[in-house]
């Protein structure tokens, strides 16, 4: 009876033991072991582990994305307004031993996150109008910011920052109509000033046009009168020719166009009877 109450004690204690000395760790965690406090191994990979009992501790970590909620700051920006902003980080351990030994957990990470975050923040909406802040520009300062924290604690805490975003930034409750009103001020100027450039450059293209229809109207004139000239020297040589070829036939065709030319706009003319003009006028002499 005695040995088998030894034997059970035996059994309890082992399995005690062993159950000190076995530990898993799943496809979500990662942890480190530690023996008297003092670091001795990362176990990245999920599965059944061994340490010695009662010796050495086991220290877990988790492998997701974790989320560092910063809370509501109030910042200033390039052109001094009040803004109240609320920001976030998204991270996870990538080194758990520099993470245990700089931050301990998950809390302490944090607070060190959320300050390094929002200094950062500070700094960078420094540089940019209330506007801008607000309106396009958000991306390029949250990612400013993410390389910058990602750099220190990547270094400093083991820790990875993946994204740092803005939930929301507000202007303070007591200030909110009057910026808007100054903010819709600038906008009315700006468009004010975008129409007056506007107008100044079309007045500049329609004097370009003007410009280039005279030059063309003066261009076509110089062309027409060289065409005409070219024209009336060839007329003159064509009126040379038939002279040569029949005196009689030129006198009256050139006869016919002064007629053409007085006849006009029911124009009376008196002639003499020895009129060059009235000599293709008279009604001819019968024929004996």
């Known amino acids: 009876m005695r040995k088998a109450v030894i034997t059970i004690v035996v059994v309890l204690v082992a399995l005690f033991v062993l159950s000190q000395a076995v530990f898993t760790i799943d496809e979500k965690e990662q942890a480190i072991i530690l023996q008297l406090g003092k670091y001795v191994e990362t176990i990245e990979e999920p599965g059944l582990n061994f340490k010695i009992p009662f010796i050495q501790t086991v220290s877990r970590m988790e492998r997701r994305v974790l989320v560092a909620d910063a809370p509501a700051t109030e910042f200033i920006t390039l052109d001094k307004e009040r803004l109240v902003v609320d920001t976030y ?115 500049k293209v329609t004097a370009e046009a003007d410009k280039e229809v005279v030059v063309l109207l003066a261009e076509a004139e110089k062309e027409s009168k060289i065409l005409r000239g070219e024209g009336d ?51 001819p002499q019968p024929t004996e």
């Open 233 to 283: 020297a060839q007329a003159v040589t064509i009126y040379a020719a038939a002279f040569g070829k029949d005196p009689e036939f030129f006198s009256f065709v050139r006869s016919l166009e002064a007629y053409e030319k007085l006849l006009v706009g029911g124009t009376t003319l008196v002639l003499g009877s020895d009129s060059e003009l009235f000599r293709y006028l008279e009604s």
């Open 89 to 203: 980080t998204r991270w996870r351990i990538v080194n758990p031993h520099l993470f245990y030994k700089a931050v301990r957990d998950e809390h302490g990470a944090r607070l060190r996150l959320n300050s390094i975050a929002v200094s950062k923040l500070r700094e960078e909406l420094a540089r940019y109008t209330l506007w801008d802040i607000i309106g396009i520009q958000r991306k390029p300062i949250t990612e400013t910011v993410r390389q910058h924290v990602n750099e220190v604690t990547r270094r400093e805490f083991g820790i990875e920052v993946i994204d740092v975003r803005m939930k929301r930034a507000d202007l303070p409750v007591e200030v909110q109509e009057a910026v808007f009103a100054r903010m819709i001020a600038e906008r009315d100027r700006m468009a004010k000033e975008a129409r007056a450039e506007g107008a100044q450059e079309a007045r």
